[in-house]
């Protein structure tokens, strides 16, 4: 066996101050993406229900008068209630109600996923309703 | 470097460190799903113990080991939770680890508090990128709380790492097998 097997290892540092950088960083990252969910948005909200990634079904809702009742089907159904201002799944088969328990969505870009049964709400603003929030690489 | 003569070669030890690590990595895998589910988090925020063991063996054995320790761990989740959370298991696991290796190996310039927060955030994007593919982009909306919740539970890692690698440093330099 020759020693020479095993690399030089170099020592391990519990801390360093550069650590503080992607501690900041992520932060910063954290504060931009939160800021952007509470910007208000003006104008007609859209929304938008997707299945396997598919936009299955779309409204306006300015065009409902008082409640909409939208029901997804599929191996576990989820139901969904559109209002003139806002958009929630009330009901879902799904075993932890993340979806139910997202309430609301009332600000364009909310989003609500059931990823149990891939399905997700989301409501569009008037604009640029198509581009994706970020983009990972 | 050590010139003593080891009485195990180096190939018997990697298996045995791979197979240790990767048996600890599914028991790792079952005891965080006990853990009940951290409020205002999104679904699947874990603490990512596993990701020790990744750095461990990206450490001592190289990327092609911690690669295949993050198989194992996503095979298991794919035969435990099935194919969505096993895919999101997978992406996760795969870049955590490649940034983690690369961190701990080729630069000097993170400790390991560091080192943990990026295998914490790479791992949250990762998952989020294929839970993105898989639904929607709207999946972003929970950005934020996965780039804090990541840093939080990466340093934690990060710690784990430095106080388990003193001692398996030991283990690894032949002190504490070979030194009788």
Known sequence: MSAGYYYEMKKLTLFKKSDLLIALAAAAAAVFFLLRLFVPQGGGLTAEISRDGKVIYEKRLSGIADREIYTVGGDIVVVVALYPDSAQIIESQCRDKICVNTGRLTRAGDTAVCLPARVSVTLKGEKASDEPDIVVG | ?180
């Open chain 2, 1 to 180: 470097m050590d010139d003593r003569e080891y009485n195990i070669s180096g190939a018997s030890r990697k298996v045995a460190f791979l197979g240790i690590m990767s048996s600890l990595s599914l028991v790792f895998g079952y005891f965080e799903s006990l853990l009940p589910p951290i409020a205002f988090m999104p679904p699947g925020a874990k603490l990512g113990l596993g990701n020790i063991l990744t750095m461990l063996t990206g450490r001592y054995i190289g990327l092609p080991g911690a690669i295949f320790v993050t198989l194992v761990k996503s095979g298991f989740v794919f035969l435990t939770r099935g194919v969505t959370a096993g895919l999101m298991s997978l992406a996760g696991g795969v870049v955590s680890c490649i940034v983690t290796t690369l961190l701990l190996r080729k630069s000097v310039v993170f400790g390991c508090t560091g080192i943990g927060m990026a295998g914490g955030l790479s791992h949250n994007l990762g998952q989020l990128a294929v839970a993105a593919a898989l639904t929607s982009a709207g999946t972003f909306y929970y950005l934020p709380a996965l780039l804090v919740f990541g840093c939080a539970a990466g340093a934690a890692t990060g710690f784990a790492l430095y106080y388990i690698d003193r001692a398996a440093g030991r283990f690894f330099n032949g002190e504490a097998i070979y030194d009788r």
